[in-house]
């Protein structure tokens, strides 16, 4: 078997023209942009595999991946050649970073913690250039209540409410350490921060979140909601406009090797 080299990448995008990370039929992906990319370097026929697969229309500024190469490329060159080949394709993909991976390293299954950001413009006009960056909310919302409400349902829990119809995951239980709800100017930001979620996790409570800045909810009810284990208790979810994959944390040293 010849020698390969395995190279994490640090990858932004912006997920609106995208059917997600992962490659599917009959859809235009994150990794299917990289892939190609890779192609036209000689490099055809590799594999990327992600810190955490995206839904359609979810952006990244700190996925994370890791890929087998044939060459052990200096980084600079990967990530510049990369690069150039995904603008040369109008993809709206940039490889932040490249380099060697350390030895064992896996970009889903070394990660320890994941973090996500979701934004919320919380005003009466349309946003014009953050269009399909936030999800727009017209009406006023509470974000201390909001923030309040996020704090009953951190820790170890069934996440059932708050998890898609379709999740795959073998089981509900996840340990939520983060979620914590700011005002910045007009947009409000709910943070999250675990090892793992589950499908549309993040999404399902922000849209809960929503009915308690609304004062639909009382604070009271996002934990009553939680502890249904009922995903008929759970908001509307949100839509994927305003979710960015923010980082992935490693117990290992993050510095590249040249």
Known sequence: MAETFRFRLDIEYFGAP?????SQAGGRTVQDAIEAALARLGEGGRRLQCAGRTDAGVHALGQVAHVDLA???????????????????????????AGRAPPGFDARLSAIRRHYRYRILNRRAPPA???ERVWH????????????????????HDFTTFRAASCQAKSPIRTLERLEVTRNGAEIWVEASARSFLHHQVRSMVGSLARVGHGVWP?????????ARDRAR????????GLYFMAVDYPESRTLTP
């Open 18 to 22: 995208y059917r997600g990370w992962q």
């Open 71 to 97: 060459k052990a490329w200096p980084a600079d060159t990967l990530r510049d050649a990369l690069n150039a080949h995904l603008a040369q394709a109008g993809e709206s993909v940039t490889i932040r970073d």
């Open 129 to 131: 250039l953050d269009r």
């Open 137 to 156: 909310v017209a009406r006023p919302l509470d974000a201390e209540a909001m923030g309040a409400a996020a704090r009953t349902i951190l820790g170890r």
């Open 219 to 227: 604070v009271a009810a996002m934990r009553a909601a939680l502890d």
């Open 234 to 241: 759970c908001g509307p979810v949100a839509p994927p406009d």
